[in-house]
């Protein structure tokens, strides 16, 4: 294939060449020195907050704000509308629609590249990154042939699903990396084992969390930040697995429990939690300040508050909840926490 060929579809060059993968986290971070770990906080980010490259820097922008007097962990979702695009791969293959279906994973693998560009890293850091999108490209064409016959399994639908948060995660440590902020993709894989319910899997909390924390306690107390993908895990026989839809909170709430932290911030495109819906009426009143029976309460009533497993995770810790609007971070949202003592909040005067 010649220069000019490739240039004009970037993608095939996946299939074609042999892509080494890149030494492994593990490796790398063993060789780095390591300090206490101390406070950690958790920033959970949407697919809209990560939505272009634009996004991506002004979202690591607010990691590195936090950096300085903690240590940040970040759990990242897909670019929006990218798990929808890859579920539609899987409904076209069902419709024996190969082609189509192949076009869609390129047109995927292009949108990263692109935003990959767009991030205008540093050359190393480019190099790295294109390689790793690369060969996630290369994987994904893999899930997406010319020709039949396959089957479309659940199993299949949520390896299709996983491709997302991949792609997210290695952008976003490029765009940390790109503002001094040392940072290593992590995928949740690795250390989230679940049931096998495809596309709904539910996590084994004890397994979890022992393998969690040996995957990322040596990144933090090497001052590292790790970018994780949410929304996926792994059977115990490491076939990729999902949460289920609209469980990114959820992925949030878990990734902070396991490495004991004190809050969750969730970077989303809203001010807060309201007491209904602000785009159906005027009358919407942000909350400032909920305890965990608080929000259950709004949630049982039929509230779009949080994903129904984050309010009881974070409960068993007593860890804190932000929920804050990435494009306004001078606002400052609605906290969910233990319920606090007016007696104390006065100073000891009822």
Not at 248 to 271: K, M, P, Q, R, Y
Request: net charge neutral; aromatic share 6%.
């Amino acid at each position: 294939m010649s220069p000019e060929q490739q240039e004009a579809n970037p993608v095939a060059e996946y299939e074609l060449s042999s892509v080494e993968r890149p030494v492994t986290v593990a490796e790398e971070v063993a060789r780095l020195p390591r300090t206490p770990l101390q406070e950690v906080v958790a920033f959970k980010f949407g697919g809209t907050s990560l939505f272009g490259a634009e996004r991506m820097l002004h979202a690591a922008g607010l990691v590195r704000d936090a950096v300085g007097n903690t240590r940040v962990i970040v759990v990242v979702s897909a670019m929006k509308e990218v798990t929808d695009r890859l579920l539609r791969i899987a409904q076209l293959q069902g419709h024996v629609e190969w082609q189509k279906a192949r076009e869609a994973a390129e047109a995927v693998v292009e949108l990263h590249l692109a935003t990959l560009r767009e991030l205008r890293l540093a050359e190393k850091d480019h190099a790295r990154v294109t390689q790793e999108i690369r060969i996630l490209g290369r994987d994904l064409l893999h899930e997406a042939p010319l020709r039949g016959p396959m089957k479309v399994t659940g199993a299949h639908r949520d390896r299709l699903a996983s491709f997302g948060e991949r792609f997210s995660a290695r952008l976003f440590a490029g765009a940390l990396a790109k503002i001094g902020v040392p940072a290593v993709p992590v995928v949740s894989s690795d250390f989230v084992v679940t049931c096998d319910t495809f596309q709904e899997a539910k996590p084994l909390l004890e397994h979890t969390r022992r393998r969690g924390q040996e995957v990322l306690f040596p990144l933090l107390e090497a001052g590292i930040v790790p970018v994780v993908t949410g929304f996926i895990g792994a059977t115990p026989d490491g076939r990729f697995t999902t949460l289920g839809r609209n469980s990114s909170d959820f992925s949030g709430a878990l990734i902070a429990h396991i490495v004991d932290a004190e809050e969750l911030v969730i970077w989303t495109d809203v001010d807060g939690i309201f007491t209904t819906n602000p785009k159906e009426t005027a009358e919407a009143k942000l909350l400032h300040e909920l305890s965990y029976n608080d929000a259950q309460a709004l949630a049982t009533n039929g509230a779009k508050v949080l994903h129904p497993l984050v309010l009881p995770l974070a409960a068993q810790t007593e860890m804190t909840i932000w929920v804050r609007n990435t494009f306004k971070p001078q606002q400052r949202g609605t906290r969910i926490g233990p319920a606090r003592d007016p007696f104390r909040q006065n100073g000891g005067v009822a």
